[in-house]
């Protein structure tokens, strides 16, 4: 997997609040997420600029915390996105600076894709979050 510089990262001690988070939406998140969110947790990545498949840039703000104590993690978005978007099947896992959302679609086999929360549009940005790590500028 791409090594790149977190900045900020909250490392988990193990992966019981992955394995909480898993059991609350009825999947597995795929291992190179994991992998990557037991030691960034929280975290902020220094190359932070992708485009999505139509070719629009968007920035990977942080990924979504595993800590159910902070305001924004994990567990709170995706309640609130399956609330907004009526899709069970789209889990958030990081946000951009405005409010968008980094998700996995599992309608798809786990494809990641690009959330807009303003005009609900979906916008497809690679097959695995291996390739979405390799995209980041």
Not at 20 to 41: H, L, Q, S, T
Not at 47 to 75: A, P, Y
Request: glycine share 6%.
């Amino acid at each position: 997997m791409n090594e790149l510089e977190w900045k900020v990262a909250r490392p988990l001690v193990d992966k019981t609040p992955i394995e909480k988070f898993e059991k609350m939406i009825g999947a597995i998140m795929p291992n190179d997420y994991v992998e990557c969110a037991v030691k960034n947790n929280a975290g902020y990545p220094v190359q932070e600029v992708f485009l999505t498949e139509s070719g629009v840039e968007h920035v990977f703000n942080n990924l979504l915390s595993f800590d159910e104590s902070k305001r924004m993690n994990i567990f709170k978005t995706y309640e609130s996105a399956r609330t907004v978007t009526g899709n069970k099947g789209l889990v958030p896992f990081a946000s951009d600076s405005f409010g968008n959302y980094i998700c996995f679609d599992f309608a798809s086999g786990a494809k990641v894709v690009f959330w807009d929360h303003e005009t609900n549009k979906i916008d497809p940005v690679c097959s695995t979050f291996t390739e979405l790590l390799a995209k980041l500028k």
